[in-house]
């Protein structure tokens, strides 16, 4: 069985905790999704219909650039996605992050952070991005959801594909 992977994104700093948390409580790998240009607090204001983020938001084509890469990513069977949701869905910075490997055969496991929101269309949106993958039904979480509650998701979660954490 190949290796777990948490890939996260994390704009303002709220789902890294999250992810550090999934990362540890399932003994896998972290990795941060960097954009190439860094989102600033003006980026992220939603309010604002001419934001950065409002404006990659109503364009689902777009694609913001990424920083860095998974190395390796042929080693990982498991890949964990965690991101805030933006508009009811994942922000186009993750479709980036699966449009740039091979997810075939992989299983895709998405987790949220959210002000108030549940994940919407993200499933269907993200399934686009990494075809050939097994996309599971992600969750939207607290940031200050303990670990053992977060490993225990992953348990359950992943016991209907049969992989062994």
């Known amino acids: 069985m190949g290796k777990i992977l948490v890939a996260y994104f994390s704009a303002s700093g709220t789902t890294v905790k999250l992810a550090a948390n999934l990362a540890s409580a399932i003994n896998a790998d972290l990795h941060e999704i960097q954009p190439q240009i860094l989102y600033t607090r003006e980026d992220l204001d ?3 219909r001419k934001s950065r983020s409002s404006m990659e938001m109503n ?3 777009f694609r913001p650039a990424i920083a860095n890469r998974v ?7 498991t890949i964990f996605v965690a ?3 933006w508009w009811y869905v994942a922000p186009t910075i993750i479709n980036s992050f699966l449009e740039g490997y091979d997810f075939n055969g992989k299983t895709v496991i998405p987790l949220a952070t959210s002000g108030g929101s549940g994940m ?3 499933s269907r949106e993200l399934a686009l991005s990494c075809p050939g993958a097994i996309l599971k039904e992600g969750k939207v979480f607290s940031v200050n959801t303990e670990k053992n509650r977060l490993g225990e998701w992953a348990a359950s979660i992943t016991e209907e594909g049969n992989i062994d954490l």
């Open 46 to 48: 939603w309010t604002n």
């Open 59 to 61: 364009d689902k084509s």
């Open 71 to 77: 190395e390796n990513m042929d080693m990982y069977d």
């Open 83 to 85: 991101f805030p949701i």
């Open 120 to 122: 919407g269309r993200t």
